[in-house]
């Protein structure tokens, strides 16, 4: 079954895409699947896809560029795994209210609402829940300061295990 997600890929400086990338590639068993990036509306099934992406585009219009720095990596967990995210200080108001425009119109009977949403980066993904901690205690000791940008939503589509970027609107607000 298809999914629809909306997806933003951070602008970053060499050296922080470089560091989020080789964390991944040791971290997170998604990495081959995306390139890091911030989930502003997660995965939806039988959604028209035309008026998915005219809503996109709308809610791109209305919205400027985000700027972000992380600087906490924070553990998430689901009934299954634990997660090392990378949750922004500055940027985290605005990415929050970004996700809550999109699910508005079209994808108003989607959003859940017993779960709340925080915006960050995966990096880590494990079923040891203690190495997931520890990641993240270790990463928040040594000093994180990773900034960049969101100026872009992605339409993205989840199939047979295979995620394809569909379309993208640029930040214009």
């Known amino acids: ?21 080789v964390f991944r590639r040791q971290h997170d068993g998604q990495h081959p699947l995306v390139k890091a990036h911030f989930t502003l509306a997660f995965g939806c099934a039988g959604i028209d896809e035309l008026a998915y992406q005219q809503h996109l585009e709308e809610v791109a219009r209305a919205h400027a560029p985000i700027g972000f720095t992380c600087r906490y990596a924070m553990l ?8 090392a995210y990378l949750v922004p200080d500055e940027g985290h108001s605005g990415l929050s209210r970004l996700h809550d425009a999109l699910y508005r119109q079209v994808l108003a009977p989607t959003l859940r609402l017993d779960l709340p ?5 995966t990096i880590g993904s494990s079923t040891n829940r203690a ?14 300061d990773i900034r960049g940008t969101v100026d872009r939503l992605t339409m993205a589509a989840l199939e047979n295990g295979v995620l394809t970027d ?8």
């Not at 629809?4 to 895409?17: E, G, I, R, W």
């Not at 949403?117 to 980066?121: G, K, L, T």
């Not at 190495?131 to 994180?144: I, R, Y």
């Open 1 to 21: 079954m298809k999914k629809l997600f909306t997806l933003a890929y951070p602008a970053l400086s060499v050296a922080d895409s470089e560091f989020i990338e």
């Open 76 to 83: 998430g967990a689901d009934a299954a795994h634990a997660y």
């Open 117 to 121: 949403y925080v915006p960050h980066i």
């Open 131 to 144: 190495l997931m901690k520890s990641l993240c205690d270790e990463l928040n000791q040594g000093g994180l």
């Open 166 to 173: 569909l379309t993208s609107a640029r930040l214009a607000g």
